[in-house]
């Protein structure tokens, strides 16, 4: 007997002690804790428990087919342009019937052209003109292929070494389009994150190299050196309050040796001044100044003497001074080969056709054996 009183006191007691376990902190707890916690769990049951189910409802009335084409036949799209007003004449566009030199033929007239950007006459040469037909009956019109695929032919290769020795750098490449040469090969480099100096006066390929970089982009006034050092110091600052950040940012300059928009020379002495206090590298378009600046035509960097090597890349075009189509961008080994897998411009367009190289490398040759 005594047995089974001591089995059930023993079993009890646990019981006992976790109850008083609970209970004993109660008058401790603040009153608010506990209106708190019984609140949350009065929720917690009625959202467990009470809380109505939702249900889509059947949609029983429907349209009919003659309900759905009447309104198909009222509905009246917006237009994706304003309406013209009804005195507005179409657009004409003037058409040339002729070689486009000194003299062309627009609608049937015969004009003095003042409108071409052939300012070396290239076009006129006839030297150039038997290269490239020469071209194109051993190459045919296009190459049909990127560079990286099988678009690379002997006379694109040919040209990148003759840009070097004009130019007096390590390397070169070759583009399809002079415009896609800077707008691409800029966000090649500059990244979101990065820093990107350029001039207001700068052209629209520039701008939209500018637009793909993603980059964080500080316009200083057109050729003012001051305002330039200005930024250059407010990003100087910055760089000092974060050190991490500024490691791994990187700091870029972007103008143009002759500028398209105001016809003026960058100070280009000055930018290499900056870039060696405050450290960035200069991406410079020479896109008119090749053959037009410096006793040989070898641009702003001949006319100023600075060395080509100060210049991080050079970019110019085909399609001003040289007769032909395309563009190059060329600088040292290491700057130029990146290129071949990051620019967008290089890896996923046709290459140049040849016979345009050809009529390129003809014009580099004469501008080279007669920069006067």
Not at 12 to 32: E, G, H, K, S, V
Not at 126 to 132: G, L, S
Not at 158 to 172: A, V
Not at 201 to 222: C, D, E, N, T, V
Request: hydrophobic share 40%; net charge negative; charged share 25%.
């Amino acid at each position: 007997m005594e047995n089974r009183h001591s089995f059930a006191y023993d079993a009890i007691t646990p019981m006992l002690f976790c109850r008083n376990c609970l209970l004993q902190p109660l008058p401790n707890i603040p009153w608010y804790h506990l209106i708190v916690e019984v609140g949350l769990a009065v929720w917690i049951v009625k959202l467990l428990f009470f809380s109505k189910s939702y249900k889509l409802k059947n949609i029983e009335d429907k349209l009919t087919v003659e309900e759905e084409d009447a309104l198909i036949a009222e509905w009246t799209p917006e237009p994706l342009v304003p309406a013209a007003a009804e005195d507005e004449e179409p657009m004409r566009f003037r058409s040339v019937t002729s070689k486009p030199g000194g003299h062309v033929v627009v609608d049937g007239k015969d004009c003095i052209n003042l409108a071409s950007l052939n300012f070396l006459g290239m076009l006129e040469r006839e030297q150039v003109t038997e290269k490239a037909v020469t071209a194109l009956r051993k190459y045919g019109v296009g190459s049909c292929g990127p560079r990286g695929f099988y678009g690379t032919i002997d006379v694109h290769l040919d040209l990148e070494r003759r840009i070097c020795e004009f130019m007096g750098t390590e390397e070169s490449i070759l583009y399809s389009y002079g415009f896609a040469t800077i707008s691409t090969a800029l966000p090649a480099y500059a990244k979101k994150g990065d820093v990107i100096f350029c001039d207001q006066g700068s052209y629209m390929p520039i701008q939209k190299g500018l637009i793909a970089s993603r980059s964080k982009i500080y316009f200083y006034k057109h050729n003012d050196m001051e305002d330039l050092e200005r930024l250059l110091k407010v990003q100087a600052a910055d760089d000092a309050k974060n050190p991490a950040k500024a490691k791994v940012t990187r700091r870029f300059l972007a103008t143009e040796g002759l500028f398209f928009n105001h016809g003026d020379i960058c100070p280009l002495p000055k930018l290499v001044e900056l870039k060696k206090k405050y450290k960035f590298r200069i991406f410079l378009d020479e896109s008119l100044s090749i053959g037009a600046l410096g006793a040989t035509g070898r641009g702003v960097t001949e006319y100023f003497d600075v060395k080509v090597s100060d210049i991080d890349c050079i970019c110019g075009s085909l399609e001003y001074g040289f007769a032909s189509v395309g563009g190059f961008a060329t600088g040292s080994v290491f700057v130029i080969n990146h290129q071949r897998l990051s620019a967008q411009g290089y890896c996923f367009s046709a290459s140049l056709p040849p016979m345009l190289a050809s009529a390129a490398m003809e014009g580099l040759d004469i501008l080279d054996g007669q920069p006067a």
